[in-house]
């Protein structure tokens, strides 16, 4: 249930998170991006009021980091769950780039492992271009044992969310009345994560109305 639970959460980002053994404190995350190469004055942990999480701040270098420098900034970010925040806002551009393609390429990587040591890679469904998004939110169901149409939706040609009633309720015994369990609901972020959706233009996450999907 803790599993199905955290991948819900993490669903709106679109994310198959998955939190390390050992969430590191605040001076191991420090650490970890301090080894890149910056200064440790340079770097600093504060909490963030808007996130309600710890974040890293990273003031303005002195001179230019390289590719190489953000890149394992990045990894240090996705490895120890905590973001990684430049004062210099080019610097941040850049930085993005690098992080989301990092953490997309990571989610590929994470579903696809899933479902291999599962024994359930060969048939993953994959959008067809030109038919309705609506078919793959099915092929999906139907690959993870979901009866169609209970648990997603499509609500255009570019977005996939989760129907109101397949997530279920959250009650005191737990989570109840869900069209899927928590295997199921793990094979469907698993998959849609294996089959790069970011690359084919798709988003996938939770919305509270169709209307406000990102594209």
Same mark, same amino acid.
């Given at each position: ?8 959460? %993490?669903?709106? +980002? ?16 420090? #650490? ?5 190469? /910056?200064? !440790? ?5 504060? *909490? =963030? ?6 974040? @890293? ?15 394992? @900034?990045?990894?240090? +970010? ?17 930085? =993005? ?6 953490? %997309?390429?990571? =989610? ?12 359930? /890679?060969?048939?993953?469904? /994959?959008?067809?271009?030109? !038919?309705?998004?609506? %078919? ?13 149409? $209970?648990?997603?939706?499509? $609500?255009?040609?570019?977005? @996939?969310?989760? $129907?109101?009633?397949? /997530?279920?309720? @959250? ?8 069209? !899927? ?17 970011? #690359?084919?233009?798709?988003? *996938? ?5 169709? +209307?406000?999907?990102?594209?």
């Amino acid at each position: 249930m803790i599993g199905f639970l955290i991948a819900l959460g %993490n669903a709106a +980002s679109g994310s198959l998170f998955v939190p390390p053994a050992h969430l590191p404190s605040r001076a191991e995350a420090q #650490s970890a991006v301090v080894r890149c190469g /910056l200064p !440790a004055k340079s770097v600093s942990v504060l *909490f =963030d009021r808007g996130m309600d999480e710890d974040v @890293i701040w990273v003031s303005r270098p002195s001179g230019a980091l390289t590719g190489p420098a953000l890149r394992c @900034i990045a990894r240090a +970010s996705l490895q120890t769950t905590y973001y990684v925040y430049f004062r210099d806002h080019a610097l941040q551009a850049r930085y =993005d780039k690098l992080y989301f393609g990092l953490e %997309n390429a990571a =989610d590929v990587a994470r579903g696809r492992d899933w479902l291999r040591a599962h024994n359930h /890679l060969v048939g993953l469904p /994959l959008p067809r271009k030109g !038919a309705p998004l609506s %078919n793959y939110a099915q092929a999906v169901e139907a690959f993870c044992g979901v009866k169609q149409g $209970t648990l997603l939706a499509a $609500t255009d040609e570019h977005f @996939i969310t989760f $129907t109101k009633e397949g /997530l279920g309720q @959250i009650t005191q015994h737990g989570l109840e009345h869900a069209a !899927a369990n928590e295997a199921q609901f793990e094979c469907v972020m698993s998959a849609t994560s294996a089959a790069d959706l970011k #690359s084919r233009g798709i988003g *996938f996450g939770l919305v509270t109305h169709p +209307s406000e999907a990102p594209h």
